[in-house]
């Protein structure tokens, strides 16, 4: 095929790409449709309300269709052919989002558009109920000055709220409701305010149901936890208590401040409700806020007792340990304030008569309008159960930590509505008595799901990796035994992070799976998830899908939906129409779905849609939820009992992008074009299985092999430790990679953008450093030892460890399947290779998509090559260390060395060797070993020479190995042994120069071998033979075996030479402070050179200039004593005076004669300072015996002295002496 007819099919394929079809919900018996009237433009996205819908273009230009009430002379028609939206040509527009009769858009530039339904203030303008055309709304934050325009990013609509995500990863909001999360009591909001709530959080995504709002925010970095405090900061109670009972300790976090729950209730009934507020400042709210804002506790049954609402206000609706505390911004702090705020509201202040008329019923109910209280902190608990244990024994106290991470969480919730609960059911209202057992029932089941949920294993689990456990039921008194705190205890030893707090590089670049959903809005289905039914006015998390790993979240109008990495799908809310994907209950927790292997949502009103991976890579789409039924000829609902596959869907192509809303679902589908779509839906789809199945050997494998005891020694444990810290920061990057791809075929497509391909050394990366502590553990016999503790838990499970590790064989050893588990990222890596090859085929060769994927797919298959050979020199490793000493495995012993040869078959021997001695030439990666018997040596690598001898030599086979402080023949019995001995050693010596043995070999030259390491090289080495160097570390350059050139020579006691070697001068500095320049030979003295002494700021320091020989003065030399007074030039030996030579001292005499052994001896001449002069023999006791010659006033005369000494002569020679 030439070019021309490849560019025409690849102008075709894009024609293939996002095709939009359509069809009703309510049958799983569907036959989608091509959407009429379009015009065959790939659409990258597509919105739908209640009756209309948006596309948007791969150009950046937005369309309508269906119902459009707003536009002029269309209010009462059904366009069912999508027409252009005017107002948006030439703005670019990057997202689009429909609510049930509104729209929004957001630009390149970060400009949001609304149009359509606008009596809620949705569309952020005020006084105009429709707005005909997309119409630019101003987002600035009042915060700064002068005013900033705020980029934004995404939006969500719901049915009276809009939510933009913002560049800075802030929630701003618009419209009406308690869904906005914002506190004002004034609606609508027609300018967009920040939630404040949220504020300096990351948001990664917002969703709108009809009248709640879901976000999904990135955990915070465990350092930015900030402390909780002990008491609540609205209420003043206590967040935690504890009661001491016999030999136990009940601790109870169940603190819910009446100020963390909005309740509302109609006027009418006596009940003050959140939109009611409004009402009685005189403000008017939209008819659906005030009818679904409404929510009491009792509506047709007697008033609760006193007790009774004490329990219902006490629901925990606070966080576990979140970190993130409660609003600050509390409308009514106490109950005074509250009928403060009602006597604002009348002209006259509460009498009496008005003040009893209130019911303390509905005063608390009054109180209870804003969210909920800031959570207990793992310290606060840590330190009450400091305080119990000190009642209950030294048991606990031993304890107390784990006891604080592994406190039961139970659901207690009295809440919910006799009304709603019969609504619910389809059947009436119940009376008095089938209320209680309808309520006692719902308890027990929200009891059981809260019991099932936080079980103390999984909390122990959770704790031990460093993440905060939050669940979503408010708690009850938790009763933990001490034998069960010991029992959690032991284990916290070898407990490793097997979840990354954070991954660096990879959060910056790939989707965070470390998240939090968080909700708020109307709850009265339990759409929110937090255990009740109850709305909220400002954003709460939803505790018991923290550490779920989270990345997408879909609304509908009652439940909500919450993806994970794992593929799978948790779903709450309302189940009237078995929409949530099961049939169980409660519903107002989150439940996992009954469908697998889903990668996309999407949430209608009373449905929900579920994209999985197919078998074959092609996805497929399940249906769950209402179901149109026909009896009688007349029409009616039903619901599906579990999700249903829709045939008809997988056979329209390659299903990238699900949509619903309304009573329509929509899907965009991407037709397979030379295999490129179905190439990259393989990429992803064998990316998320791969994902699910690491996390399978993390959970199932490798956290209970971290709780085993016996595990050999402490290097053992620490390199199953680092395995295991590899292996999670591997497994973590899989799943975000998972994410990434699932995101990227929701867009454009587009080969360069793939993330293995922009970031690739980040991946290659990960895989080599997880290896190494594979190989590594592997070397240290890590499988073998595991393999005993392991085998009474692993033995059971052996058939699901060999599915893991795709074994097949029967009767294999459990080391050889743990062997194999965990070296499987290995061939994930061989399937990059593949499939990036075959992305590269559906380019022009020349092209840059071809090149650049050919190169990767390159570099994968390179890495695989290279691993797989550090696999097989970790196992030939261990099979050495099998065979060898085991006192010389423990000190050779080491993770990083690798066995290279050994002469074990006798292959190389030592020259002149004895008889009956033992030589065992072992090479490794980074050093020779010379085995004797018990004893070895080692010569590191870097500093060893190797070379051939000649034949003329007489050693044929002979190699000559050079090391600092020894010589060695090496005798091979063949040429080929010879051959091969120079080759390894040639080749591990300059490898371990390089500091490439580890890396792997991607990239232009690097796996390139020299047939020879460089002669002069830089290397470090501890001398331990020599005993001048004995102990003493040079850090230079080497010639042969030998410091050549410039370098550092360091002794213990603090010496340190500094300059060039052998052949130049240089410079030492001694412990003692002197310092020497000069020459040096065999690292001493030797040559012309300059020694100072004493201290070194003086300016005139003793001094020595001459000859040295062998570290010693010897020869003619120059010493100037500053101590003595003196200065001496003449001969040395040995460091003595020794011969012929002169004295000058600072009394002003001068010496000429002989010196023997540091001493004036022979015949000499003594001068004095005035001019005296003595002539004669010198002796050892410095006396002289000889002539004195006095030159003063112009004569002499001579004189016979007899043993007067030098000294006397000092202090004579000012006077004249007679003979």
Known sequence: MDQQERSSVEAEGAKERGLVHIWQAGSCSVTPERLPGWSGKTVLQAALGINHGLLLTEGGEVYSFGKLPWKVGLEETCTKSPILENALIGQHVTTVAAGSYHNGAVTESGVVYMWGNNSAGQCAVANQPYL?????????????????????????????????LSLSREIWAWGSGCQLGLITTTFPVTKPQKVEHLAGRVVLQVACGAYHSLALVQCLPAQDMKPIPERCNHCSQLL???????????????????????????????????????????????GSQSEDCQKTFVEDEPAASESEMTSVLSNNDGQEDSGISSPGNVLFPDKKAVKEYLENLSDDPLNDSQEKSISPSQEEELTACLPGPPGVSTSALNSLVVSCASAVGVRVAATYEAGALSLKKVMNFYGTTPGELGSQSGSPSPGPEGLKDTREEQVKLESMQGKKSSSLVDIREEESEGVSRRLSLPGLLSQVSPRLLRKVGRAKMRTVALTPTYSGEADALLPSLRTEVWSWGKGKEGQLGHGDVLPRLQPLCVKSLDSKEVIQLSAGGHHSLALTAKSQVYSWGSNTFGQLGHLNSPTTVPRLAKVLSVWSTAAGPDYSLFLVDGEDFQPGLYYSGREETRENNSPGNNCTKSPTLLLACSMLGYISTVTAGGDNCLVLVDRNIMGYIASLHE????????????????????????????????????????????FSKLCYLIGQHGASLSSFLHGIKEAKSLAILKHSSLFLDSYTEYCTSVTNFLVMGGFMILAKPAIDFLGKNQELLQDLAEMKEENIQLVDVLNTLFFLPVRQLHNYARVLLKLATCFEVTSPEYQKLQDSSSCCETLVVHLNRKRKEAEYTLSFWKTFPGKMTDSLRRPDRRLICESSNRGLSLQHAGRFSVNWFILF?????????STHHIFPLSTLWVE?????????????????????????????????????ISQAVDQALRGTSDLPPYGSGGNIQRQEPPISRSAKYTFYKDPRLKDATYDGRWLSGKPHGRGILRWADGRIYSGMFRNDQGCCVYATGEVYEGCFLDNMRHGHGLLRSGKLTSSSPSMFIGQWVMDKKTGYGVFDDITRGEKYMGTWQDDLCQGNGVVVTQFGLYYE????????????????????????????????????????????SESRVMHLSVTEIKYQSHSKLAS
């Not at 209730?265 to 400042?281: M, R, Y």
């Open 925 to 933: 990666n980074d050093a020779l070993v010379h085995a004797q018997f």
């Open 132 to 164: 005909q055309e997309p119409n630019p709304i101003s987002i600035s934050d009042s915060e700064t000055s002068p005013l900033v325009s705020v980029r934004i990013l995404q939006l969500a609509c719901g049915e009276e709220h809009t939510l933009a």
């Open 1153 to 1196: 004669g002989a010196f023997s052994n540091n001493k004036m001896m022979g015949t000499g001449v003594l001068l004095s300072e005035d001019d005296t002069v003595y002539e004669g023999e010198f002796s050892d006791d410095w006396t002289l015996s000889g002539k004195v010659l006095w030159m003063g006033n112009h004569f002499w």
């Open 948 to 984: 051939a001898l000649s034949e003329e030599a007489g050693n044929v086979n002979g190699l000559k190995i050079t090391t600092p402080e020894e010589h060695f023949i090496l005798l091979s019995s063949t040429p080929q042994e010879k051959t091969k001995w120079l080759r390894a």
């Open 683 to 726: 990429l992803a789809s064998t990316e998320r299985r791969f994902y699910c199945k690491l996390s399978e050997i993390k959970s199932r494998v490798l956290r209970p092999l971290l709780g085993l005891d016996n595990l050999g020694t402490a290097t053992t444990v620490q390199q199953l430790q680092d395995m295991a810290s590899r």
């Open 240 to 286: 935690i208590t504890m009661t001491d009972k016999e030999d136990h300790v009940i601790i109870s976090d169940s603190h819910c401040c009446p100020l963390g729950v909005a309740l509302a209730d109609s006027q009418a009934e006596n009940h003050v409700s959140c939109s009611s507020l409004e009402t009685l400042e005189g403000k008017s709210a939209t």
